[in-house]
């Protein structure tokens, strides 16, 4: 017995530094030589989630509810896989087992928000986050998801509130650093945004999302520039036909806008930390924002070269090909643009987000739906996790940054 929980102890260790498949491999073993271990089991469903082998994790938690029916803990591990899966009915109903086995413990209430938040059902989201506020005032996760809640309710202000009480318990909490991030996002702060992002980095260095917010966010800011760009170019076009002015003019227009244009983008990039401006420089020379830069002002060229250079009686049959030319190139930029997110994001899994497009489910960072917290398994009690909560949502006018491993995309071309 003393052996079987030496192995535990270790295994539980190795769960803690994110030791997925070694802890896995030694849980392996000791499931054999005790199958009848519920403990082992809920172990082993902790290395199968970390490993990202959600089916694994639900059979093995199965098996430990199978032995233990009375354990809370199986059911927030089943629930958790289940959220991943995008089985989002069924992780709200294991997450409220867990509630109704332990209704003491924040952590069953803040796996059935975390569940119910991943399923879209946000008043029980809410309900939830509320109880383990009411149980646990002073743990950082509690107001950590208490934020997310709000922020997919779109009321920004408490969203704010509960990430900078979440701060306020654990200042090294990265998670409700990109949150805050996100709620810059949300209103238009974009330079703010990064900012939080770079903190988040800082913070959890060993967390790629944080960066990869940053990233999605300057191919935000370079599609605006873009958009921006060719809308003024569209007005500049008509400008020949309606006033009949001279081609000097006209250029001198075009040059102008293009002169605004730079220096806008310029003047925010300024006003980003030392560190993103780098990433910036970066971002620019990734041959596919090169070439959506490209595509912009060589459609924009194209078209302005047509009605400059048109005779005036030709000028009415001319515009409606220019006007198409530079729709076009707008919209060839941001399809490279789009490719450009893919490429930063492949590896993400996505949540959905209220007013977006279905995604696949994000990989969530559940570390406080996961650790045992009662007397039964009392050595694997443990503060939940500080993970990073998810990059950038998909980002049109209302655009924000989410998730753990929390996480969705970002669509520049919006």
């Known amino acids: 017995m003393i052996e079987l929980r030496e192995e535990l102890a270790r295994a539980s260790a190795?769960?803690?530094?994110?030791?997925?498949?070694?802890?896995?491999?030694?849980?392996?073993?000791?499931?054999?030589?005790e199958p009848e271990s519920s403990r082992a089991w809920c172990l082993m469903a902790r290395a199968h989630l970390g490993a990202e082998r959600y089916t694994e994790a639900i059979s093995a938690a199965n098996r430990a509810v199978s032995l233990d029916p009375a354990d809370e803990w199986p059911h927030r591990l089943a629930s958790n896989a289940l959220v991943h899966l995008g089985n989002y009915?069924?992780?709200?109903?294991?997450?409220?087992?867990?509630?109704?086995?332990?209704?003491?413990?924040?952590?069953?209430?803040?796996?059935?928000?975390?569940?119910?938040?991943?399923?879209?059902?946000l008043?029980?989201?809410a309900e939830a986050a509320s109880r383990a506020r009411a149980l646990a005032p002073n743990e950082p996760d509690v107001h950590f998801l208490s934020g997310k809640v709000s922020l997919a309710r779109s009321d920004l202000t408490a969203a704010r509130e509960h990430q900078e009480q979440a701060l306020?318990?654990?200042?090294?909490?990265?998670?409700?650093?990109?949150e805050l991030g996100r709620i810059r996002l949300r209103r238009h702060d974009t330079a703010g945004a990064i900012r939080h992002f770079i903190s988040a980095a800082r913070a959890t260095p060993e967390e790629r999302i944080y960066s990869r917010n940053i990233d999605v966010v300057l191919l935000r800011t370079v599609s605006r520039t873009i958009y921006v760009f060719t809308l003024i170019a569209l007005i500049l076009i008509w400008i020949p036909a309606v006033t009949h002015v001279d081609r000097l003019p006209f250029v001198v227009a075009l040059g102008m806008a293009a002169v605004l244009t730079a220096a806008c983008f310029a003047?925010?990039?300024?006003?980003?930390?030392?560190?993103?401006?780098?990433?910036?420089?970066?971002?620019?020379?990734?041959?596919?924002?090169?070439?959506?830069?490209?595509l912009a002002l060589g459609g924009v060229a194209v078209a302005f070269g047509l009605v400059a250079f048109t005779p005036a009686p030709d000028l009415a049959q001319v515009l409606p090909v220019a006007v198409v030319i530079t729709v076009a190139s707008r919209l060839a930029a941001f399809a490279a643009l789009r490719g450009a997110v893919r490429k930063h994001l492949r590896l993400i899994l996505l949540l959905v987000h209220p007013g977006d497009a279905p995604h696949r489910p994000q990989c969530e960072h559940h570390r406080a739906a996961q650790q045992a917290v009662g007397s039964t398994h009392a050595?694997?009690?443990?503060?939940?996790?500080?993970?990073?909560?998810?990059?950038?949502?998909?980002v049109p006018d209302h655009a924000d940054a989410v998730g753990g491993e929390h996480a969705q995309r970002a669509d520049p071309g919006e």
């Open 168 to 178: 306020a318990l654990d200042p090294a909490h990265s998670g409700a650093m990109n």
């Open 267 to 294: 003047w925010i990039v300024l006003r980003l930390p030392r560190e993103a401006r780098r990433l910036v420089r970066r971002t620019l020379r990734a041959p596919r924002v090169a070439a959506a830069l490209a």
């Open 123 to 125: 008043d029980v989201a």
């Open 14 to 33: 190795m769960l803690d530094v994110r030791r997925f498949d070694e802890a896995a491999a030694l849980l392996a073993g000791v499931v054999t030589a």
């Open 89 to 121: 009915p069924d992780a709200l109903r294991a997450a409220h087992e867990a509630c109704r086995l332990a209704p003491g413990y924040w952590q069953t209430h803040v796996c059935v928000a975390q569940a119910a938040l991943a399923g879209q059902r």
């Open 379 to 394: 050595e694997d009690r443990g503060r939940a996790e500080r993970g990073g909560q998810r990059p950038v949502d998909r």
